[in-house]
């Protein structure tokens, strides 16, 4: 069976490379340098840029296990 023949498995493959973007675009965007929050906010976004990476990985894990 192909890969893509589950739909699941694509469309897991598809979110989780542009949760995987999205994360790493947050973390070398420095978008906190435009907060106003000082620190905490700083370390909130570096942590949900980190989250939204690992997310991402673990989508695409999943779907390259499942379709295995």
């Given at each position: 069976m192909s890969p893509l023949?589950?739909?699941l498995t694509a469309v897991?493959?598809?979110?989780g490379l542009f949760v995987l973007v999205v994360g790493l675009?947050?973390?070398?965007g420095q978008p906190?340098?435009?907060a106003a929050g000082g620190a905490p906010i700083t370390l909130l976004q570096i942590v949900g840029?980190?989250?939204a990476v690992g997310?991402?990985?673990a989508l695409l894990t999943i779907g390259r296990w499942k379709s295995a």
């Open positions: 023949q589950d739909r897991g493959t598809i979110v675009g947050t973390l070398l906190w340098q435009y840029g980190l989250a997310i991402g990985l």
